[in-house]
């Protein structure tokens, strides 16, 4: 049987893993193990002083193509550049402290996980984890899995057997020891990425269209777009009868009439003339979505 097998840790202290017979260890230092099944063209590996990296499968990605990915990845730790791998690859990435996971794009090779209290255990067969740690086989799912043979969207979603889950195609993931941010952290780090994003999109659009909800992720983004005099801004924004949101309205009431809102655009559940905003209307506006066009 050809697989993939290895654990990240949780904690520095020393635990003990299961490893599956007929297996050898890819580096010394790491818990990650290939069995002897493997021929020498499907496995490939990639490494620098701060990344290494397995690679399972086709290798229709050229080497300086990888490396291209990797060295990028390496300093914008942004795993959207993985969208240009080709070929149908696995690739079990380490990078400092933590481990990324990256099944083939069309999901046809998934990449199971386990979570334990002092390890993740990862492989590239359900069998392996299974058999490991004793999982019983998950019956809705072997039902839906005979059902839907030929649709790998319900069948390879999931594991057959209890408590182990695969990583979705397109998907990531990412197994880290950093610490999480504090809140002042976390809200510097989303202010600016709010700030970036809308001063790019303001740059590239002439016409924003945006949620007046008056809560604290629209309310921002009316403020910030009203400083650019040249946008054409329309809000879509609602009424709700509902003491509970009163305060939500007020919000909404002070940007619409003081941030330079050129038009309401909004949709009709009822034709009762309501009071928005100062100015009759005969449509109740009820959905409260953010639109950038």
């Not at 890819?26 to 990650?32: A, F, K, N, R």
């Amino acid at each position: 049987m050809k697989f993939v097998y290895g654990c990240f840790s949780r904690q520095s202290n020393p635990f003990s893993l299961p490893v599956p017979l007929g297996t050898n260890q890819v580096w010394s230092d790491l818990p990650l193990y290939v069995s002897n099944q493997w021929s020498s063209n499907e496995l490939q590996v990639f490494k620098t002083r701060q990344l290494r990296a397995l690679i399972v499968g086709t290798g229709i990605t050229i080497r300086e193509e990888q490396e291209s990915i990797f060295r990028q990845y390496e300093k914008t730790n942004d795993i959207a550049v993985f969208n240009r791998w080709k070929g149908n690859d696995q690739i079990f990435l380490y990078h400092h402290d933590s481990l990324l996971l990256i099944p083939d794009l069309l999901g046809l090779y998934p990449i199971y996980f386990m979570c334990l209290p002092e390890y993740t255990v990862f492989s590239s067969h359900q069998l392996i984890l299974s058999s490991l740690f004793s999982k019983q086989v998950d019956h809705d799912q072997l039902l839906v899995s005979l059902l839907c043979s030929s649709m790998t969207e319900f069948k390879l979603r999931k594991s057959l057997f209890q408590n182990i889950e695969s990583v979705p195609p397109c998907e990531a993931l990412v197994w880290t020891d950093d610490p999480i941010k504090s809140l002042t952290e976390g809200t510097t780090i989303f202010r600016n990425t709010l700030l970036e994003t809308v001063e790019r999109r303001v740059k590239k659009k002439s016409h924003i269209s945006l949620d007046i909800s008056g809560g604290l992720d629209s309310t921002p983004l009316a403020i910030l777009t009203s400083k650019n005099p040249h946008l054409m801004r329309s809000g879509l924004t609602y009424q709700s009868e509902s003491v509970h949101e009163w305060e939500d309205g007020t919000i909404a009431k002070e940007v619409y009439e003081n941030y330079g809102i050129d038009r309401l655009l909004g949709n009709s559940i009822s034709v009762s003339y309501l009071r928005l905003f100062g100015k009759e209307v005969d449509r109740f506006l009820y959905r409260c979505k953010a639109l950038s066009i």
